[in-house]
């Protein structure tokens, strides 16, 4: 152990010149290294949140990856808290646990032991786990190491289409908000997706359900979302944007998709919306959790004479808007009191009230789904919020590299 310092660009440049298998690897021989760390490794979220995977590290006996719960334990405290979990032993060493988070996106937790702490090593590590995470989402491009970690259970064919189609990162912070969705995919899957791109200007939101299910919804899925893709970059406004999903599936596919579009003008709050058939919102002001109601077009693709008309939707800083698909209202999940559940985490992050919605449907239809569960969540902070507080660290009013005991 040489005591030094974590020099994050000896790190970033290590991992840069190792293969994109290595990076947990580099981090790992760095902490080793500079704090005589031992049993470092990387754990990762699974897919739909409810399990945490022990990445292997090169020479790991062969053999399936270590998994665990995630509700309730050490793992879910530090992400749903981002703070550093320490244990310490009666020699004055310690058991680290960091988050390793990217605007907001919860990747998974890196874990070690070492033989004496102090706040500059707390510190270090944490910045490690934080580095970590750019790690890991600049090298999951190259390799499927990552994507095979987050997979906790068999993927069918519609499955594989279906999380394709979704954004390579569940949750997004910026300084006007802060968003986060998440899936919880039926037994037979239910063309279910939700996107967001972010603009130098401009926030594009969508949720869409198309009708059926397995490959065949899988597949209107894929129809509807590249069409909405495709027009959003090529420059066109929402109602076009509408207008090519609904050609795009009417020509090529068999059935209809609902959905909603949201473009939200970053400077001022604008928000323009197009309700296509599909759920209404709700909405968090206040205290006070109710449905937005809206004017509702005709579903994309249906075979008749179709008009997309923009709505304007007031968006107050503060506000929670919570976007839903009928997965989260049908059969068993109308168990669910959605409007009391989001009232009673209306002090959490985003990802944690999805987290919150999704889990308590997946409970009352006991695990198996008879449609999609999906949630999209939106925090508007409002357009004079120009600093960004973010989970890794930087404005925020309680530091999370604070040890939690």
């Known amino acids: 152990m040489d005591g030094g310092r974590l020099e994050l660009d000896d790190v970033l440049r290590a991992a840069e010149d190792a293969a994109p298998v290595e990076s947990v690897d580099v981090v790992a021989r760095n902490l080793e290294k500079r704090f005589g760390a031992q049993e470092v490794s990387f754990l990762l979220v699974d897919l739909i949140g409810q399990e945490i995977v022990r990445l292997p590290r090169a020479g790991d006996p062969p053999g399936g990856p270590e998994r665990r719960r995630l509700r309730g334990s050490v793992y879910d405290r530090v992400l749903r808290g981002q703070r ?105 899957i239910g063309g279910d997706t939700y996107d967001y791109a972010l603009d130098r200007n401009t926030l594009h939101l969508s949720i869409t359900d198309a009708m059926g299910h397995d490959t065949a919804s899988a597949m209107l899925a894929t129809l509807t979302v590249n069409a909405l893709r495709g027009a959003r970059r090529a420059g066109w406004g929402i109602t076009e944007q509408a207008r090519a999903a609904h050609e795009a599936v009417h020509a090529y596919g068999r059935g209809m998709t609902t959905g909603q579009l949201l473009r939200i003008t970053l400077d001022t709050g604008a928000c323009r919306l197009v309700n296509a058939g599909h759920p209404w919102p709700l909405r968090l002001r206040q205290g006070r959790v109710e449905e937005v109601p809206l004017k509702v077009n005709l579903p994309f693709g249906i075979p008749a004479p179709v008009t997309y008309e923009a709505q304007e939707l007031e968006l107050l800083p503060g506000d929670r808007l919570v976007l839903i698909t009928d997965g989260m209202q049908e059969r068993d999940a109308r168990a669910v009191d959605l409007p009391a559940l989001v009232h009673a985490t209306r002090e ?36 004079d919020s120009w600093e960004r507080t973010t989970d890794a660290g930087s404005n925020t009013r309680d530091h999370p590299l604070r040890p939690v005991r």
């Open 84 to 188: 550093l979990h320490e244990e310490t032993d009666d020699e004055g060493g310690a058991r680290l646990i960091a988050p390793v988070t990217n605007r907001g996106d919860c990747i998974g937790v890196l874990e070690l032991t070492l033989p004496c702490v102090d706040d500059d090593v707390r510190e270090q590590v944490a910045q490690a786990a934080h580095a970590l995470a750019y790690i890991v989402v600049t090298d999951r491009r190259f390799t499927d190491l990552y994507h095979w970690g987050r997979r906790t259970t068999r993927t069918s064919l519609a499955a594989e289409i279906q999380y394709q189609l979704l954004p390579s990162a569940p949750c997004c912070e910026a300084a006007q908000f802060t968003l986060a969705g998440g899936l919880v995919p039926a037994d037979d």
């Open 348 to 383: 959490e992050h985003p990802r944690e009230v999805v987290r919150a919605l999704t889990e308590a449907i997946h409970d009352a239809c006991e695990g198996h789904l008879p449609d999609d569960a999906t949630a999209l969540i939106l925090d508007w902070h409002g357009t």
